[in-house]
């Protein structure tokens, strides 16, 4: 039962506070149960309890037998020295999450006890609306239970997908990214609709919508997003024209190249990261 749990955010940014706001928004669990810690910024830490009416103390005042669930939110740079400074204070039982993008299991397991339950996850900013496509990936010691409770916890921001840590970078570039994508996508819509003749803004508002109702009818229906466009385009006609321009200037590959160097970079970004701090 998470809501019986207690919950602790080791690091209190933007991250942080969406995944707190989902989990309050979703009655995941009482606000007293969360509580919050950072580095140094008190002021920010103030702010999320009147915000949220959740506990925040400084680190050093944090109860750690208390928490079931500790939740890594800092910038991966400071990983080592969160997860050092964790290790004396945590036992095997409680659980460690991390969101921090390129820190692996393994490594995070090197810093704290042998059997030592850790879940890798990687949420994106759609968090802040309770709508983001979040992985997650379990160490080595990491049990069913608590694979199960983790998704529990995490589908107050959005889906939730267990995935092989190996996939990681893969989903970094489609979901982790993604949203970066449909924003150029609309920057783009914007564009052409001023180009036409149309306000910028009703654009959008069309464009998101548009954008919104595809998406639903991938979730929705049965039918492949192949069979969705084909059902969609007859021949000689507009959306047909539409297409023609879109191959004809590499849309697909285009798509496909987004993915592909943001999952790359996510790659090298983790075996940096790995590197600089073992
Ligand atoms: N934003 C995204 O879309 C996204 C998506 C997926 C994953 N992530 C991951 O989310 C993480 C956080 O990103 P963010 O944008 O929320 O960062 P941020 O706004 O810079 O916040 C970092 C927080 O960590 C605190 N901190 C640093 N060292 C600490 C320690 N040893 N113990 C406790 N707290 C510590 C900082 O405290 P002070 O302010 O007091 O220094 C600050 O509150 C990153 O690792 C990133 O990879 C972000």
Redesign the pocket.
């Known amino acids: 039962m998470i809501k019986t749990r207690k919950i602790a ?10 995944m707190i706001s989902g989990m309050i928004n979703a009655n995941k669990l009482p606000a007293k149960n969360i509580i919050v ?6 002021k ?2 103030n702010e999320l309890e009147a915000k949220y009416g959740i506990t925040s103390v400084r ?1 050093h005042e944090l109860n750690t037998k208390e928490i079931d669930v500790f939740i ?5 740079k ?2 080592e ?2 997860l050092s ?1 964790l290790k004396p204070d945590i036992q095997k039982h409680q659980i460690v999450l ?6 692996s299991t393994s490594y995070m397991e090197s810093l704290l006890h042998d059997d030592q339950q850790v879940i890798r ?5 759609s ?1 802040m609306i309770q709508q983001s496509a979040t992985a997650i990936s379990p160490g080595q010691n990491t049990a069913m239970d608590t694979v199960l409770l983790t998704k529990d916890l995490l589908s107050a921001i959005g889906e939730v997908y267990l995935i092989d840590e190996k996939q990681m970078d893969i989903f ?1 570039g489609i979901a ?1 990214s993604g949203p970066a994508y449909f924003y150029f996508l609309m920057e783009h819509i914007e564009k052409a609709a001023k180009e036409e003749g149309l306000d910028p803004e009703v654009a959008r508002q069309i464009g998101a919508q548009t954008i919104y109702g595809a998406a639903r009818m991938m979730m929705e229906r049965e039918e492949t997003p192949t069979q969705l466009r084909k059902n969609v385009t007859s021949p000689n006609g507009t959306t047909a024209a539409g297409l023609d321009a879109l191959a004809k200037y590499g849309g697909g590959e285009a798509m496909m190249a987004a993915i592909k160097g943001a999952s790359k970079r996510s790659k090298e970004l983790s075996t940096q990261l790995q590197k600089v701090s073992s």
Do not use: Y
């Open positions: 955010f080791l690091g209190a940014g933007s991250m942080a506070e969406a810690t950072n580095r140094s910024n008190e920010r830490l680190r890594l939110a800092m910038k991966p400071d990983a020295q969160a400074s991390s969101v921090l993008a390129g820190i996850v990687m949420p994106n900013t968090s970094t982790g």
